[in-house]
């Protein structure tokens, strides 16, 4: 009966210091964060976006707009990278725009097999996709246009069509959570 006991008291002993032993402690995951994006010369951006962590925003000389992206993608070509520039093309009817995209859709060596007005944290905007070429030069665009003072700002996400859908989830992620810069900032 002893041997029973010796043994029940080396089990109870020896379990539970085996039973606590917490695993490897992992690091959460980094935060995305949210960037201010540069305006033109004198002129404040009035949006915010927010970037997975790993990702910066870069300028390249010679190309106007800024690129969001990992840091080990190289601008222009890059499809991880979206590209943000200002457009020339005012945004003041989101529905009027996506009715001349459409109508403009047939004479373009383009097709948009996607389009809504859409609004993004209450900014009044246009989604679109389009896709160009054939073959292994085929490629997608995922573009949100917003409204910008003086005419318009595009972001844009491209990749060859075989990559797209897969990169798709990143642009929508990016492109949906842009917002308006807070009042006073």
């Not at 008291?9 to 695993?23: D, N």
């Not at 790993?54 to 080990?72: A, F, H, K, N, Y």
């Not at 601008?75 to 459409?102: C, F, G, M, Q």
């Not at 948009?112 to 246009?126: K, L, S, W, Y």
């Amino acid at each position: 009966m002893r041997v029973c006991r010796w043994i029940a008291a080396v089990f109870v002993a020896v379990v539970p210091g085996m039973a606590v032993a917490a695993p490897p402690a992992v690091a959460p995951p980094a935060a995305p964060q949210r960037i201010e994006l540069p305006g033109a010369p004198g002129t404040p951006f009035p949006y915010t976006v927010e970037i997975p962590a790993g990702w910066q925003m870069r300028q390249v000389e010679g190309i106007p707009g800024v690129w969001l992206g990992p840091s080990d993608a190289q601008p222009p070509n890059d499809p991880r990278l979206i590209y943000v520039r200002l457009s020339p093309t005012p945004l003041t009817d989101p529905e009027k725009t996506v009715a001349n995209i459409r109508a403009a859709d047939a004479q373009q060596p383009w097709s948009v097999p996607f389009i809504e007005a859409r609004q993004v944290n209450g900014i009044p905007g246009v989604l679109l996709r389009m896709d160009s070429g054939e073959g292994a030069s085929a490629r997608s665009t995922l573009v949100l246009k917003l409204p910008l003072e003086g005419g318009g700002v595009d972001f844009l996400g491209a990749a060859p069509r075989a990559e797209f859908e897969k990169l798709l989830p990143t642009y929508q992620k990016v492109f949906f959570s842009v917002r308006r810069v807070a009042a006073g900032s």
